[in-house]
């Protein structure tokens, strides 16, 4: 529940933020406010349909390489991790790696623990850079740091970085 302060009093509303995903690397994020909780829900539903991006990830269970993110006062750390390990994260995170597919990870979460900056700072990490690297907002607002906010490396980055192909050792 939320509320709008007027110079009358407070006009209250309800605030939905809802997480879809396949599991198998499809995932996104929708919010959305209105009087009734149902319409919300229905609206932040709708939104995060709209809003599904794909996760690059290791073997169809982890995360590539260790990656940290920064929104407002959260900050998050993501790592990869063997067979078997599980997830072992803040809930929010949780939720969000289990709908993306991501059966192997750990993370840390510093700073805020509000579970709409965890879940912004996530899905900015996860996901590729949502503006061209070093623009601006669009309105005259500041350039962005090129190394901020660029997303998960891709297999082929990971790749052309080492020097060498990557090769799934696992046998089914």
Request: positive net charge.
């Amino acid at each position: 529940r939320v509320a709008q302060q007027t110079g009358k009093g407070k006009i209250h509303s309800m605030y939905v933020l809802v997480v879809v995903g396949d599991g198998r690397g499809l995932v996104g994020y929708g919010e959305a406010k209105d009087e009734e909780v149902p319409v919300a829900k229905e609206k932040a539903l709708a939104k995060a349909l709209r809003s599904l991006d794909t996760v690059a990830r290791f073997e169809d269970r982890t995360v590539w390489s260790e990656i940290e993110g920064k929104f407002g006062a959260t900050k998050v750390i993501l790592r990869p991790r063997p067979v078997g390990f599980g997830l072992r994260c803040n809930p929010n995170v949780h939720q969000v790696l289990k709908a993306a597919g991501i059966k192997d990870a750990s993370a840390k979460v510093w700073g805020s623990r509000n579970p709409l900056g965890v879940v912004k700072c996530l899905f900015r990490m996860l996901t590729a850079g949502n503006a061209p690297l070093g623009m601006g907002d669009g309105v005259g607002g500041p350039g962005r740091r090129l190394d901020k906010g660029s997303g998960l490396r891709t297999k082929e980055a990971v790749e052309r970085d080492r020097g060498r192909k990557l090769v799934d050792l696992r046998t089914l």
